[in-house]
């Protein structure tokens, strides 16, 4: 599986647009990324997968480079309630997605 | 839909217990998994299902027992309880094929 690489914290102000950026140099040509969003005391909630270039939901955006060596998960326009941890995942098409691992993740702070 | 959902919420064993947590989904997913979190940490994976009979272990099984009877239903066996099985407990379920983890609200488990 693929070891990925993400900022262990970040800050940001409410209304601020969010980058959050994973680097996974070791990418297997069938992997996903797949970005999952925790809340304390809450389970993983699903955010967003792609493959390559962009993809776009009613939630966050994800960058993905012409080499997929790296990914960026963006949030538009921040508010209080996006303080939370966000996890960046490699994997998925030849090992199972159920088995994909979670880092440590990045635990994004909004602010007013 | 309940999703997926986890008894007890909490849990305080003594070492040397076992006990056994419970996990349903009701969303007829052929995958399921079992999780633990710790402090400050992602999710390791313990074990997980394929379906209906057939399990199989994760990055972290030791201590831990798995059966899987019927599609909604994944129990995760304590045998033997240890301190260092204090943790956060997450069930999740995906449909075959699937990219996405539903995850259940968590079990909080303490061992003294």
């Known amino acids: 599986l693929a070891k990925t690489t993400q900022p262990i914290s970040m800050d940001s102000y409410e209304g601020q647009e969010v980058n959050i950026t994973c680097s996974h140099n070791?990418?297997?040509?069938?992997?996903?990324i797949t970005w999952y969003q925790q809340f304390p005391s809450q389970g993983p909630r699903f955010i967003i997968q792609?493959?390559?270039t962009k993809v776009t939901n009613e939630v966050a955006s994800l960058f993905i480079p012409a080499d997929r060596k790296s990914s960026t998960l963006s949030l538009p326009r921040v508010s209080l309630s996006d303080t939370a941890v966000y996890y960046c995942?490699?994997?998925?098409?030849?090992?199972?997605?159920?088995?994909?691992?979670f880092g440590t993740g990045t635990r994004l702070l909004v602010s007013p | 839909n309940a999703g997926v959902t986890q008894t007890p919420k909490f849990q305080v064993l003594k070492t040397g217990q076992s006990m056994t947590l419970q996990c349903a989904q009701d969303?007829?997913?052929?995958?399921m998994s079992w999780y633990r979190q710790d402090p400050g940490m992602g999710l390791r994976l313990i074990h997980y299902s394929v379906g209906a009979g057939i399990t199989d272990q994760g990055e972290v099984p030791n201590g831990y027992n798995v059966s899987r009877s019927t599609t909604e239903d994944f129990p995760l066996r304590l045998l033997s309880a240890a301190p260092s099985q204090t943790s956060v407990y997450f069930c999740?379920?995906?449909?075959?094929?699937?990219?996405?983890?539903?995850f259940g609200p968590g079990t909080r488990l303490t061992v003294t």
């Open positions: 070791n990418i297997a040509t069938n992997d996903y």
């Open positions: 792609g493959y390559k």
């Open positions: 969303m007829n997913h052929e995958y």
């Open positions: 995942l490699v994997g998925g098409m030849n090992t199972g997605f159920q088995k994909l691992v």
């Open positions: 999740a379920s995906s449909a075959r094929g699937a990219y996405e983890q539903y």
